[in-house]
């Protein structure tokens, strides 16, 4: 057919971006480089093939890469616009700090602007892989991008959505395949006009997500990055789908919908408005506060929408812009809408507001919106002037589609047997000769003549093969200059081909389903859009493709390069590209005809001898060492889909430039009328069947590689079109096409093709880069190998599992340089197998697949056997498929290292995985009897791995959500892969085509013991494979158990095993135990083994077989049984070893704490300072190092320093020109004993003759010996110094000691030669080795030990501080407890019975003390001897207080004379401190170690005290906060006691030294004075007439009676006595008026006292008075200020005595 290009509009390269915010943007992000040359899809190898780990970004720049990588690992996180804040990647940007999220990580941009900025520096075929994994994250993609130029138009983006492909429920209820860029189906348009608070973005995710979750699908404000503002993607359109599941519960439609989001103003974008209103089958438009120039917008919506939805969230009162009334109920009628089209919004939250529109919806869906497909909106999108990428080479790669795939209508079978002709019974038929040929040679018979005759009359045929059509326009495709054409012409054949086979595949499960009209109304059908919507306008381009432009150049014929490159230049349309032969590459292979013969080595270079695969041909590498042409300077390069490519000279690479549209013809109108649904079925898991007959660009490779396999024989048949066919795979290969090992349908392999092939690879790569290891990914049809390997390595394979593709398939990596260098090869071949179908009834499809998996398994250096999530019907058929190819790789020789990989976690799955990985370690280890039949593998067991990645490809819907932990999972894939990979051997191309070429010959003779059908063998060895693993693990568990015994024994030595002697004595004993242990269960189990060979059917035919794979585990189990009891034997020993160490370390470094502690809190108290970390720091560091400088380490093996001395010694010497000395080094190592001499050859010539005659040189030797003993001397500080370091010696050490010796020496100016300086160099460096080598045994010792030791260092230090702060603060309040409660009651508990105690010894001891009246008595007659006036006077006027005085002297005479006191003291001191320690005591129990509050404690202490009734607690002090705190109560507890000892001591030596009286007598409560004076006082009345006391002793007496009345004189004044007493007798002299009549007269005034008037002793004054008053009556005139009183002269008279008999008298003869 043909199709009518526009004219491009431009043809030069992309302009640069302007100056502006959008191109900062860019440049910021590290996109602008991607400007004119964009990403591509081999980008993707560096971003995410190659990187294990998923970084989280750092800088900014970084964020494209995180966005891409995170993408294809489906992470929902990958649109995340945040980065670490641990680098200044963001101070470059003008980033304000409001902009910035706070927290662990940083958000500069919004995170549409990352996914606009990605898409635009991304080309074509990037963004549609970015797009399908975008889709399956259910992240909304963008649509409509806009322009970095404010002066270009938005780009359309069809092709990226063009790769989008789900299932959707047809009318019959199955599932059908449908691409989602042509699918009919709603779509639904949301915009925004004028300010809103509601987030349009979080509606539409209500709306898109259904009833049962919420989806991020678009892009919002609530999410990280989403609040700030955006700068590139203002306009941006993003589509998102709704895809129904059948879950009625789950979904919010029945019918697919598609929804798009206007980023931004929508008036601010008329041009994307205009397409949605043209296009959308419904226009929901949120309108916020309006302005008049909305109306108008609203006005242009309301004629060009099918269907307009207005939602009301303004706010008027706030607006006082807006147009008044115009949004609001009269809306409706104003602009001619139907009823209910405008909804109330304000007030609503997003998930109300979405539940409203849904309301509106369902109404709507699925008969009342027009279907469209977004091809149609694409034509749409030219019309209203937009770009879209669809261009001019995308047009013409599908018009060479198109024309390759004429006559495909007819039938996938008929165009294969028109145009694919090789691939069919001639090649089968070929394949068959072939085997049969090869099992006569095994078997050593001629060939079968017939045989023979039947293979020539096949060839004589294939001599008349002409190219067909097809394939002749399909070769001429792939060998266009444009590399930008040829990529979309490859895109486009495998579009092309999977929609025709998609299309069958829904006519299969739907036979009904036509393209019908409705009569009453004309719409079609749901379901028939569903499959002729999707599937059947493929056919016509015009639908298919919509007529746009796109950013390419036009190409122009060049010489064809054999390096993909990029490139826009336009054919010539009336070039004639029908035949090979106009085109001359100058890199094309033009191989030798003899020299390429060469390559048939594959079947015909190898024999099969006795069961080996011997080479009888030269090496490979020596057949193609010819073939290899011009251009050697070619090397790979990552290209498209992360393959390799390669370049040799610079070459012009065209790039992708701007374009404007051009007219077009009109276009099909592809909008339908509305549709009606049918009510959906459940929803169910539905595979598609093989066909047989389906067609993929696998079989136009294939067919390409056949027709030079078959073509090609001779040289007559050699022509320029076919031979050029192997460069053109090679730069497939390098492009990331697959190609074909193997014919999976014919089961053949192309030798020759294969062979050209490798040889066009090795001679474009260098020699030295053609090292590779393989990876092969085998599994059944159902087990998405394809898509596996596209997950992890990006590579596109053939999906087996859509179509009937069956074969194996290889793809090449090239690897980065640092990969390279890490992984010892150059690139990695992956191989996927495709279209096994063990299970198959068919047995001829049965050898075909025991075939490809001998083939491929054998091939690998790693295997990847993928199990499958739902095989669990044909669990024992894929197990023995499995485990017989890896026997019969076994057999060759060439084991490869097994991972296992499942998708989901059931237990059928993990019993075939755990199944198949026992017998793949039991395959893996090297038997030893065979050889290396292909090539060397290492003796080494590899273990396999079991990954479980469930990934998307098991989700029959793109509305099902990937599994949360596939990108872990991913990750965890490829690490175990690649830690496989490095595993194995690199092999070059020429091993891996002897490797092919001999299993290929293996398989064809089926040299192998076991059948290619057989079963039986396979299952009974799985069986066996689980016995021994039985058998393995009960002796593992045998021997697990010993190893806890011999343990036992280790840890049973304790401190002895610090002996190395004793330990390593005991380590042998038991390491020989181990070994016979071992040995004697291994035999056990050989015994088992042999025994179960016997008894079983099936193997014990085979028992030659298998037999030597049992033993050679059983060996391999000895070993390294052996070995890990030996390693786990020294292993303990060193652990029991170690902790015996830390803990004498620990013990020890304790013991210095504590001494440490204890000084510290010491200080702390005494200096009233509490020290400061650091002061504090500084302590723990001089413990620390004095305790490493002098612990006492393990000797372990110590290296001499010797040889490092002598090599600082020799670059001084060096560098300091003394080379012609260097001699004498070489002795530096033996011990110096002798002292440093000077000799005569240490000085010049000049020198010595001139001092000859003084005294043989004396005085210059004498001055050198002084100099030589400083240096020495200063060494030896030197030493003293760096021996006390904490630290290992150093080399440094023996530098700065040479450097002070130069430095001394000249210093010194002395005429001394070099000689000095290198022989005291050489002395000292001789001492050095002596000295510092005892440092460096000392710190090289248990280097282990000492590093745990060094690393837990920082533990003990904030130990250290706090044990501190907690021992002063335990001190401080246990010495607040101490001074402020415990010894004042201590004290109290001494002094307060002392007092009474001096009284009772001073009433035993003085009689006045025995009663009042003695007291009295005592007192009078004291003061006659004592002859003092002042003593009368005090006594008279004052008689309490000197009554005390004079107690008080009694009191300190006695106290005084008296010791007793002080040994009371220190008696009463004993009982107290006793009870207190006993107290304390008492609340300790039970507390060691434990935490306790101390006031509760305290309190408890004091409560105990004070139950003993005469102690007395003055508790008060515990109120508040002082006493409340948290410790260790026995560390508390010692603090106590220690204080309560020094508070005893210090007492008890107080109480030991002499004590002032008086001060005793202040410290006592009690005062014995005042007791005394209570006890003595007697009565306190005073005689009314003369205030002499009264004197009766007798207690509660009524009555008062003074022995001793005074005369008045001796008062100072008469005021004193009663007045009518004084003047009762008038006219008298006082002391001579009548006593009778003043007694009366007082009796009747006092009846309380005792005055007798008829007795004239007690009325008058008794002698002793007068006495008194006679011999100081002049002085108590003159101290009471008055005359001398008038004595009778009978009272002059009155001698001492008689006073004193009187007093006696009256005291003697008292009546009471």
């Known amino acids: 057919m043909s199709v009518k290009f526009p004219k491009r509009l431009s043809s030069k390269r992309r302009k640069p971006p302007k100056d502006n915010a959008q191109a900062e943007l860019l440049h910021n992000l590290g996109l602008d480089v991607f400007w004119n040359a964009p990403l591509d899809p081999a980008s993707m190898l560096d971003i995410n093939t190659w990187n294990l780990e998923n970084k989280a970004p750092l800088a900014f720049k970084d964020l494209p890469s995180a966005f ?24 470059s940007l003008d980033t304000s700090p409001e902009t910035l999220n706070g927290g662990e990580s940083q958000c500069a941009i919004n995170p549409l602007d990352l996914v606009s900025a990605v898409f635009m520096s991304a080309n074509p075929f990037l963004q549609q892989e970015m797009t399908v994994h975008m889709v399956q994250c259910q992240f909304a993609v963008p649509l409509v991008l806009p322009s970095v130029d404010p002066e270009e138009a ?21 599932l059908q395949e449908v691409n989602l860029a042509s699918t009919y189906m709603p779509i639904l348009s949301c915009v925004k006009l004028g300010h809103c608070n509601v987030s349009k973005s979080k509606v539409l995710n209500h709306i898109i997500s259904g009833p049962k979750s919420c989806n991020d699908t678009f892009l919002h404000r609530g999410m990280d990055g989403g609040q700030l503002p955006r700068t590139l993607s203002n306009g941006l359109l993003e589509i998102g789908w709704h895809l129904p599941t059948g879950d009625t519960a789950r979904d919010g439609f029945p019918v697919p919908v598609a929804i798009s989001n206007l980023r931004g103003e929508a008036s601010k974008h008329e041009g994307c408005l205009n397409l949605l209103c043209q296009a959308s089958s419904a226009m929901i438009v949120f309108c916020g506060n309006l302005k008049e120039k909305d109306k108008q917008l609203l006005a242009s919506c309301r004629d060009m929408a099918s269907k307009l939805i207005l939602i009301d969230i303004s706010d008027t009162e706030k607006n006082e812009h807006s147009v008044v009334g115009f949004v609001g109920v009269n809306l409706e009628q104003d602009m001619g809408l139907p009823e209910g089209s405008v909804l109330q ?71 294969r047997e028109k145009q ?56 001429d495709a792939l060998f266009t200059i444009d590399k930008v054409e040829r990529t979309y012409f490859l895109k486009w054949m495998e579009l092309r081909l999977q929609s025709k086979q998609t299309e069958k595949q829904n006519i299969q499960q739907d036979p009904s389903t036509n393209l019908q009209t409705d009569k009453n109304n004309g719409m079609l059908e749901y379901s028939d859009y569903l499959t002729h919507g999707a599937d059947g306008d493929l056919e016509d381009s015009d639908s298919f493709c919509s007529e746009s432009t796109f950013e390419e150049e036009d190409s122009e014929e060049q010489p064809v390069d054999v390096e993909l490159q990029v490139s826009d230049q336009p054919c010539d349309n009336g070039q004639d590209l029908s035949s090979y032969g106009d085109i001359e590459p100058h890199s094309v292979s033009r191989l030798d005809p003899i020299k390429e013969e060469q390559f048939d080595l594959i079947s015909n270079g190898k024999e099969i001898q006795g069961g080996q695969i011997v080479s009888t041909s030269h090496s490979f590498d020596e057949q193609i060492s010819d073939s290899v042409l011009e251009n050697q300077n070619c090397h790979l390069e990552s290209r498209e889909n992360g393959a390799l490519s390669c370049h040799g000279t610079p070459q012009y690479e065209p790039e992708l430039r701007p374009a404007t549209p051009d007219s077009y013809s009109s276009t099909k109108q592809q909008m339908s009328p509305d549709v009606s649904v049918e009510p959906q079925l459940a929803w169910c ?169 001998t083939v491929a398994a054998g091939l690998s250096n790693v295997l990847i056997q993928n199990i499958a999530s739902d095989a669990s019907s044909e669990l024992e058929t894929d197990i023995a498929f499995i485990v017989n190819a890896l026997l019969r790789v076994k057999e060759c020789g060439s084991m490869p290292n097994c991972q296992l990989l499942v998708q989901d976690e059931g237990i059928n799955t993990l019993l075939q995985a755990s199944q198949l990985k026992r017998v793949s370690e039991m395959l893996q280890t090297e038997t030893g009897d065979r050889g290396t039949l292909i090539a060397e593998q290492p003796n080494t067991k590899n273990i396999c791995c079991i990954t479980c990645v469930q990934g998307p490809w098991s989700n029959v819907s793109l509305s099902e959500p990937v599994e949360t ?28 085509m002897i490797k092919l070429s001999a299993i290929w010959d293996a398989v064809k003779e089926e040299s192998f013991s076991i059948g290619l059908q057989n079963t039986e063998i396979a299952l009974a060895f799985s069986l066996l494979c689980t016995k021994f693993s039985q058998w393995e693990t009960s002796f593992l568990e045998h021997m697990q158990s010993w190893i806890m015994g011999a343990g036992k024994k280790i840890f049973a030595t304790k401190e002895k095993a610090l002996d190395a002697g004793i330990q390593n004595n005991l380590l042998n004993e ?52 052996t070995e890990e009891i030996t390693q786990r034997l020294a292993t303990v020993g060193e652990s029991h070893c170690s902790s015996i160490q830390v803990k004498k370390f620990e013990t020890v470094l304790e013991k210095e704490q504590e001494s440490k502690l204890r000084a510290l809190v010491e200080n702390s108290i005494s200096t009233k300072l509490l020290l400061q970390d650091e002061q504090l720091e500084e302590d723990f560091e001089g413990v620390w190092s004095n305790l490493l400088s002098s612990f006492d380490f393990r000797p372990s093996e110590t290296d001499d320093i010797t040889a490092r001395v002598t090599e600082v010694l020799r670059l001084n010497l060096i560098s300091r020109g003394l080379l012609k000395h260097i001699l004498k080094i070489e002795g530096i190592g033996q011990n110096e004993t002798s002292s440093f001499q000077v000799y005569d050859e240490h000085f010049g010539y000049r020198s010595r003759l001139k001092h000859m005659f003084e005294d043989n040189n004396r005085q210059q030797r004498v001055e050198a010996q002084q100099v030589a003993c400083s240096v020495i001397k200063e060494y030896n500080h030197f030493v003293a110094e760096k021996s006390l370091l904490p630290a290992d010696f150093s080399d440094s050490y023996i530098t700065e000691m040479l450097v002070s010796v130069e430095k001394a020496l000249k210093e010194k100016c002395m005429a001394i030669k070099s000689a000095f300086e290198v022989d005291l160099k050489v002395y000292l460096c001789r001492l050095a080795c002596q000295d510092f080598q005892k440092v460096h045994d000392r710190f090289a010792k248990d280097t282990e030990l000492l590093t745990f030791i060094t690393a837990t260092k920082s533990s003990y230090l904030p130990k250290f501080i706090y044990r501190f702060r907690k021992r002063d603060q335990c001190q401080r309040v246990a010495q607040a407890f101490t001074s402020m409660i415990i010894k004042p009651t201590v004290l109290d508990y001494i002094y307060r019975p002392l007092g009474l105690r001096i009284v009772e010894e001073i009433q035993a001891k003085e009689q006045q003390y025995q009663s009042s009246c003695a007291f009295s008595q005592h007192l009078l007659e004291q003061l006659i001897h004592e002859d003092r006036f002042e003593s009368f006077l005090e006594y008279l006027l004052s008689c309490d207080s000197f009554r005390l005085s004079k107690i008080q002297e009694t009191v300190v005479a006695h106290l005084s004379e008296s010791p007793n006191s002080d040994k009371w003291r220190q008696q009463r001191l004993g009982e107290i401190v006793g009870k207190v320690a006993a107290a304390v005591s008492e609340t300790a129990e039970g507390t060691n170690g434990v935490l306790s509050d101390t006031k509760p404690l305290l309190e408890r202490v004091c409560l105990i005290l004070e139950s003993d009734g005469n102690v007395q607690v003055t508790r008060v002090s515990l109120d508040g906060p002082l006493f409340s705190i948290t410790t260790e109560w026995d560390r508390f507890v010692t603090c106590l006691m220690e204080l309560l000892a020094a508070m005893r001591l210090e007492l008890a030596q107080e109480f030991c030294q002499t004590v002032d009286v008086t001060q005793l007598l202040h410290c006592l409560p009690i005062q014995p004075h005042y007791s005394l004076l209570d006890r003595v006082r007697g009565c306190e009345k005073q005689c009314p007439l003369c205030s002499a006391p009264c004197e009766v002793q007798e207690k509660g007496h009524e009555v008062h009676s003074a022995l001793l009345h005074r005369p008045k004189d001796l008062l100072p004044s008469v005021s004193c006595r009663p007045e009518s007493v004084i003047l009762s007798i008038p006219g008298q002299n006082e002391d001579t008026q009548n006593p009778s009549v003043a007694c009366n007269d007082l009796l009747s005034l006092c009846p309380d006292w005792n ?60 009546k009471y």
């Open 68 to 91: 891409l990588r995170r993408l294809w690992l489906l992470s929902q996180d990958a649109r995340s616009p945040c980065c670490k804040p641990s680098s200044d990647a963001l101070t």
């Open 154 to 174: 938005s780009r359309f983006l069809l092709w990226p959505l063009r790769g989008v492909v789900s299932h959707l429920l047809g009318k019959n209820g199955k």
């Open 345 to 415: 919004g304000e007030g609503l939250s997003e998930e109300e507001l979405a539940d409203r529109i849904n309301v509106i919806l369902k109404d709507l869906l699925p008969d009342k919106l027009k279907l469209v497909t977004l091809e149609a909106a694409a034509d749409l999108a030219v019309e209203l002037g937009l770009n879209v990428d669809e261009g001019t080479v995308c047009k013409k790669a599908m018009a060479k589609v198109e024309k390759v795939l004429e006559g495909l209508e007819e039938g996938s079978a008929q165009f």
């Open 420 to 475: 694919l002709p090789l691939q069919g019974p001639w090649w089968s038929k070929l394949a068959e000769m072939e085997k049969m040929e090869s099992k006569q040679r095994k078997e050593g018979k001629q060939n079968d003549p017939q045989l023979q005759n039947e293979k020539r009359d096949i060839l004589a045929e294939l001599k008349n093969y002409k190219i067909t059509s097809a394939m002749k326009t399909f070769t």
């Open 685 to 853: 898991l539905q595979t598609f069947e093989p066909d047989p007959f389906s067609l993929g660009l696998e079989h136009f490779l294939r067919e390409m590689g056949l027709i030079f396999e078959l073509t090609h024989n001779s040289r007559s048949s050699r022509n320029q079109k076919v031979s050029r066919l192997p460069s053109l795979a090679v730069d497939l290969l390098f492009y990331g096409v697959p190609l074909e090992l193997m014919d999976g349908d014919a089961s053949n392999i192309p030798t020759r093709w294969l062979g050209s092939i490798f040889a066009e690879l090795k001679r474009r790569l260098p020699q030295e880069q053609c090292k590779t290891r393989v990876l092969t990914n085998l599994g059944v049809h159902h087990a998405r190998n394809a898509e596996v390997l596209s997950s992890v390595f990006g590579v596109k394979f053939p999906e087996g599992g859509k179509r009937s593709t069956r074969g194996v398939y290889m793809g090449a990596l090239r690897l980065p340089d640092a990969l390279r260098m890490d992984m010892e090869c150059d690139f990695l071949l992956l191989i996927d197998v495709e279209g096994l179908c063990p299970a198959s009834q068919d047995n001829k499809t049965k050898i075909h697949d025991h075939e490809m998996a």
């Open 965 to 992: 932990q596939y990108s872990e999972a991913v990750l965890v894939l490829k690490k175990n892969l690649f830690g496989a990979l490095k595993k194995s051997t690199a092999t070059g191309l020429s091993e891996f």
């Open 1070 to 1121: 038991l390491k020989a135990e181990g070994r016979v242990e071992v040995k004697t269960e291994v035999d056990k189990l050989r015994s088992q083994a042999e025994a179960y060979l016997t008894k079983d059917d099936v193997l014990k035919e085979r028992t030659e077989t298998f037999k030597p794979i049992l033993m050679s585990n059983m060996v391999d189990l000895q070993e390294r049984v």
């Open 1651 to 1710: 005055i007798y008037p008829e007795d004239p002793d007690t009325q008058m004054p008794t002698a002793y008075w007068r006495y008194v008053l006679v011999r100081y009556n002049e002085k108590f005139a003159k101290e009471y200020e008055r005359e001398p009183a008038n004595i009778p002269e009978e009272w002059k008279m009155i001698t001492e005595e008689e006073a004193l008999h009187s007093l006696r008298e009256a005291f003697l003869n008292k």
